[in-house]
């Protein structure tokens, strides 16, 4: 007589609300080696508003998400599972979001550069400012947005597919509206030139240049970690690429440059609230950089201990 | 005990003005950690309840005593004026209270609560003095005298184990007056300001200058005036559901007895 073969088992999964415990979905013959990924797509046949992008299956209901590689087979269940769902709220992908959130402050500096008309007083509608700095800071910025429009594109790997809904609507207001804050006084007809003059916007230029660079190789250089469609981690480590020796010291320089960046920019413009944009940047970049420090020290016992998050030997 | 009297705090407040109840309405005592037992802090001679009692009974006090010696209450500001800078300024220890964790509040909210309140009083009252003599200011001056008197009695009260219906009661309900009245202080002491604050372009800059930057304060002040708008009707109503919350809570457990 032949034994079951527990691996061929077809299993059940039940799908129970993880507030209010109410039963949502019964699925049966579902197959042992299903990923909670093929699990989400059945669940959203019976209910359609919830696309699995917007589905958090756990095991337990104040648990983790599972993951949608997970396969059923391996989890701590019996032949019938029991998953609790949350509803994550409307999900938007990452990509929309970044193209949105960067195509707007290329365009909303355009329309001040251009003086476009009712934003400075009638007489200079459509007039070009006389000072070469201003130029060169909309070359700059607008140089800034393409690059990062185009990584968005052909470079970065997301390894999450959505966000919230919401989201967009908070980091466009930060992205367009700093953006046009900054534009207002850079394009405007009173504008002051930096006050020590070409100096003064030559250093701050080829600080701007170099860490763009100095971004764009790390981002390089964290793709070429991943192969494409995996989601795997790996420590980064300097390439031949000079840019990349920052990974000897700090575990994100990819932001360490994008706040050089800005400060070079702001001693460019000599602008006070490009400062202050690149302050809440630093902020936010700072909190972003100690996350992920903290993730990789987690995640691999051989971390180089000389690096820390985002300046080299002090934060 | 403190969890009590935490939990309570974070129920609501007695009232105040505008956003300065914004901090008491969500977690935590927004202004004051009085909610400190014996027990949590067993070096500290009674509580802060008790001690902070005092200095708003000292600012209504010197509010009388001026009314009955001057006959009128035009100049009451002036006298009420050093304590009021004094005590509310020092208020923002209650944010640093937050932040190092002695107390269990929400560092945003008591920031946000506490710096409406100086900001009112420097950045306002103190900085345009035309306005000093104004009855606005008597009046939010009144209304957060009034709310923090009731709401330290029953911190005061809610500590010794003993807490009337009556201090709950007043706490829960007279900010459904208060409340309107302190908002109505502030907001025509800020418009009070306007005309004065453009004539003499005060903490203004404009272009051109050599950090190309602007600021016109009185488009500030307009603007502060219009976040009143969405903020008072939101803060005010999460008060009333949480008055409706604690006092037929209150009404059932007689019931009870």
Redesign the interface.
Known sequence: SKHPDPLHTLREVEILDAKTREKLCFLDKVEPHATIAEIKNLFTKTHPQWYPARQSLRLDPKGKSLKDEDVLQKLPVGTTATLYFRDLGAQISWVTVFLTEYAGPLFIYLLFYFRVPFIYGHKYDFTSSRHTVVHLACICHSFHYVKRLLETLFVHRFSHGTMPLRNIFKNCTYYWGFAAWMAYYINHPLYTPPTYGAQQVKLALAIFVICQLGNFSIHMALRDLRPAGSKTRKIPYPTKNPFTWLFLLVSCPNYTYEVGSWIGFAIMTQCLPVALFSLVGFTQMTIWAKGKHRSYLKEFRDYPPLRMPIIPFLL | MAAAAATAAAKGNGGGGGRAGAGDAVRGPGRRPDDLPREAHPGRPGSDGERRQPRWLVIAVGLVRAYLAKGSYHSLYYSIEKPLKFFQTGALLEILHCAIGIVPSSVVLTSFQVMSRVFLIWAVTHSVKEVQSEDSVLLFVIAWTITEIIRYSFYTFSLLNHLPYLIKWARYTLFIVLYPMGVSGELLTIYAALPFVRQAGLYSIS????????FDYHAFLILIMISYIPIFPQLYFHMIHQRRKILSHTEEHKKFE
């Open positions: 272009l051109p200058n050599k950090y190309n930057f602007s």
